[in-house]
Antibody
Framework: EVQLVQSGAEVKEPGESVKISCKAS????????IGWVRQMPGKGWEWMGS????????VHSPSFQGQVTISVDKSINTAYLQWSSLKASDTAIYYC?????????????WGQGTVVTVSS | QSALTQPASVSGSSGQSITISCTGT?????????VSWYQQHPGEAPKLMMF???NRPSGVSNRFSGSKSGNTASLTISGLQAQDEADYYC??????????FGTGTKVTVL
């Protein structure tokens, strides 16, 4: 059974750093792309970028490039999303999701979401 | 990249059919057949309902169907049931090698 299990909620102050994770199981991790999606409070979804777990090739959304770092550790089947200096506007739910067959395709499995709250 | 346009809400009575539209441009919905649809119940992870315009994943009811005409894709739910009440989002791949999501539609079963 394919599962994506995300790390728990984070509460941070502006300027702090954070790294959230997405642990995959039930499939060959290194042969799929993983994407990250943001859902701000009361808003829709935004694609942030996707990474190929096999070689860490990344496709960024122009809206998020330079704002976040996407990475993977294929030795432990885990993808990451990190910020070096959080802003209040980063408060959102962040989902990881597996692409179906390529970086251009749909998301066939999703994590449960990680809530990141940034407040002073 | 602007979000794809969906109606904010669609409602129907139990047993009826409803259609959710998803309007993009000739650079996304109109260019590729990489249109997908997702269902999200409150507090739950999203679920894939349709991919590549009209392909249903295993386990998704055949009451759900997808189509596309020009720059607009559609998801039709026939025989509406209480458990279909949820938020629905469309998504498309774009000529800029990015993904764009729809604005989201709340489906209410009357």
């Amino acid at each position: 059974e394919v599962q994506l299990v995300q790390s728990g909620a984070e509460v941070k102050e502006p300027g702090e750093s954070v790294k959230i994770s997405c642990k995959a199981s039930g499939y060959s991790f290194a042969t799929y792309w993983i994407g990250w999606v943001r859902q701000m409070p009361g808003k829709g979804w935004e694609w942030m970028g996707s990474i190929y777990a096999g070689d860490s090739d990344i496709v960024h959304s122009p809206s998020f490039q330079g704002q976040v770092t996407i990475s993977v550790d294929k030795s432990i089947n885990t993808a990451y999303l990190q910020w070096s200096s959080l802003k209040a506007s980063d408060t959102a739910i962040y989902y990881c999701a597996r692409h179906g067959y390529s970086s251009s395709s749909h998301y066939d499995y999703w994590g449960q979401g990680t809530v990141v709250t940034v407040s002073s | 990249q602007s979000a794809l346009t969906q109606p904010a809400s669609v409602s129907g009575s139990s047993g009826q059919s409803i259609t959710i539209s998803c309007t993009g441009t000739s650079s996304d919905v109109g260019f590729y057949n990489y249109v997908s649809w997702y269902q999200q119940h409150p507090g739950e992870a999203p679920k894939l309902m349709m991919f590549d315009v009209n392909n249903r994943p295993s386990g998704v009811s055949n009451r759900f169907s997808g189509s596309k005409s020009g720059n607009t894709a559609s998801l039709t739910i026939s025989g509406l049931q209480a458990q279909d009440e949820a938020d629905y989002y469309c998504s498309s791949y774009t000529r800029s090698n990015t993904h764009v999501f729809g604005t989201g539609t709340k489906v209410t079963v009357l």
